[in-house]
């Protein structure tokens, strides 16, 4: 029989769905995904009960009947997609990072990328984003993951607005995508309206000194930094490499030849992840400039509201301030 229960009434009760609602980047998902089923894209959405914390309720309340609840069954919800694919729909899923990265990595490796379906994944919450939710929770591992599978295009985005232009590109990829996104209270740094080119770094601004090549969460406060040391006569470049694989390899060779110092900073573990990967190409041309990977230094992240985490991590704007600058001088 179903109950009806009261709504708390206390000021201090913790309403789920209103503090899930605000995490304003993840709006962007809908507003991507409304915009390409509006101009006659076969969407499909579908969610693992995180419909209120990704968003993706907005999009279900414009097209109720292309929306699907899984529930807490995210093994399930990757494979069904991959089933949806193969009907000529285009299937977008999302989840917690932690779970859509690492507990259906199997169902995205066999479905999704083996048999080479169109199946768009995004895992939302990355990194160390869900901060006292705890290990089981943080995202860490998943670029290193994704990036070693087959024929699946990996991308991190840095805010929302550039999370809206990647899932607007998405609609002419076939090809199986991996989006990692934040937890929706990130900077914005784009407009939704600009193109986003899968594979194609962004370059914020050149240094001799040294180039971050950054992705995700850090690449607003890189950029941050960056502007304060260029203004103080110093020479810091900043690039964003939201494709993680393909990695632009021009990019990170250019960088290379302009600057004696590269940097990555990423909220993963910075092994196998997007220092790996910049690594990997240095290494396989020769270069011989000297890299310095930041990140989370192979440990499972520690449990505190994300904000201290970032601190801790050296992730904010003054932690990525503090390795720059020790790196330079």
């Known amino acids: 029989m179903n109950q009806v229960f009261p709504r708390p009434q206390s000021p201090k009760s913790w309403h789920y769905r209103e503090l899930n609602a605000k995490n304003p980047g993840l709006d962007h998902l809908s507003n991507g995904l409304i915009a390409l089923a509006e101009a006659g894209h076969p969407v499909v959405a579908g969610s693992a009960d995180l419909q209120y914390s990704n968003g993706l309720n907005r999009f279900a309340e414009r097209f109720p009947d292309r929306y699907i609840s ?16 193969t009907t000529g729909m ?4 999302a989840t917690f990072a932690s779970f859509l990265g690492l507990l259906t990595c199997e169902q995205i490796r066999m479905d999704v990328a083996y048999c080479g379906l169109p199946v768009r994944l995004i895992g939302h919450h990355t990194g160390i984003s869900m901060g006292f939710y705890g290990t089981s929770h943080h995202a860490t591992e998943d670029i290193g993951t994704m990036r070693s599978i087959a024929d699946l ?30 937890r929706g209270r990130e900077p914005d740094l784009y407009d939704p309206k600009a193109d986003f080119v899968f594979g194609k770094a962004i370059e914020h601004c050149q240094g001799e000194e040294l180039t971050i090549i950054a992705c ?22 900043v690039i964003d490499m939201a494709t993680v694989k393909p990695i632009d390899r021009e990019a990170v060779l250019a960088a290379a030849a302009r600057s004696r110092l590269l940097m990555t900073i990423e909220e993963h573990n910075i092994l196998g992840g997007l220092g790996a990967a910049v690594a990997e190409v240095l290494t396989e041309e020769g270069t011989g400039t000297r890299l310095i990977r930041h990140g989370i230094r192979d440990e499972y992240a520690l449990i505190a509201p994300p904000t201290h985490l970032y601190a801790h991590y050296k992730l904010d704007e003054a932690g990525i301030a503090e390795v720059v600058s020790a790196a330079i001088g």
Do not use: C
């Open 70 to 85: 899984f529930g807490i069954s995210e093994q399930n919800m990757v494979s069904a997609a991959a089933g949806i694919a």
């Open 90 to 93: 285009m299937p977008y899923v």
């Open 153 to 182: 295009t990996v991308v991190s985005t840095a805010d929302g607005p550039q999370l809206e232009a990647a899932i607007r590109a998405s609609a002419d990829h076939d090809r199986p995508i991996y989006f990692r996104t934040g």
């Open 216 to 237: 995700g969460m850090p690449v607003y406060p890189a950029v941050q930094v960056a502007k304060r040391l260029n203004a103080a006569g110093r020479s810091v470049g």
